[in-house]
T-cell receptor, first 115, second 114 residues
Framework: GAGVSQSPSNKVTEKGKDVELRCDPISGHTALYWYRQSLGQGLEFLIYFQGNSAPDKSGLPSDRFSAERTGGSVSTLTIQRTQQEDSAVYLC?????????????FGQGTRLTVV | DAKTTQPNSMESNEEEPVHLPCNHSTISGTDYIHWYRQLPSQGPEYVIHGLTSNVNNRMASLAIAEDRKSSTLILHRATLRDAAVYYCILRTNAGGTSYGKLTFGQGTILTVHP
């Protein structure tokens, strides 16, 4: 596809269930980012990948959150035992690293609602 | 991560120029200055970036102070569609764990009046 694709676009889950959010970055982009945005708030950095490795996981809120990236492409953000405070829009972005063409492209996000 | 400081909000009238300031006094020599904006109910979108020289593109201009401790995003003629949150971000081009990292602050909420 031409842009960053996230799925699902909306997810409603019961408290305590696990959820997986998927991000398909733009082909060839080495950097991949995950953010979350609660209603009316700014973007909270979660984690980013250089290739398949994550040099900075400092933004993950708790050990219930994990992310992986395989083949330098698709990434999955997993939230275990979801809580109501996990409700937010989860945004993924990708970019090249280095050089001049380093603009990041964002997906439309996954709106997660924990009931 | 090097920090940026922006005003919480600004207002403009349609078809007038808008100058959005950003302070980044702790910028390092390998940090690029990036600007993104987020329209209501959308993901952020790239606006412009620069290192030392002023930059122009179809969306905006970026004026960078000679000492690089501040920059200004210039929208030459604001439209209603420019109403958004504007983020100024420093992105390092050096190696290490912060290489390529993008960290968003609170940004400036721009309101454009008809």
């Amino acid at each position: 596809g031409a842009g960053v694709s996230q799925s699902p676009s909306n997810k409603v889950t019961e408290k305590g269930k696990d959820v997986e959010l998927r991000c398909d970055p733009i082909s060839g982009h080495t950097a991949l980012y995950w953010y979350r945005q609660s209603l009316g708030q700014g973007l909270e950095f979660l984690i980013y990948f250089q290739g398949n490795s994550a040099p900075d996981k400092s933004g993950l809120p708790s050990d219930r959150f994990s992310a992986e990236r395989t083949g330098g492409s698709v990434s999955t953000l997993t939230i275990q035992r979801t809580q109501q405070e996990d409700s937010a829009v989860y945004l993924c972005a990708s970019s090249f690293i280095g050089g001049e063409n380093t603009e990041a492209f964002f997906g439309q996000g996954t709106r997660l609602t924990v009931v | 991560d090097a920090k940026t400081t922006q005003p919480n909000s600004m207002e403009s009238n349609e078809e007038e120029p808008v100058h959005l300031p950003c302070n980044h006094s702790t910028i390092s020599g390998t940090d690029y200055i990036h600007w993104y904006r987020q329209l209501p109910s959308q993901g952020p979108e790239y606006v412009i970036h620069g290192l030392t020289s002023n930059v122009n593109n179809r969306m905006a201009s970026l004026a960078i102070a000679e000492d690089r401790k501040s920059s200004t995003l210039i929208l030459h003629r604001a439209t209603l569609r420019d109403a958004a949150v504007y983020y100024c971000i420093l992105r390092t081009n050096a190696g290490g764990t912060s290489y390529g990292k993008l960290t968003f602050g609170q940004g400036t909420i721009l309101t454009v009046h008809p």
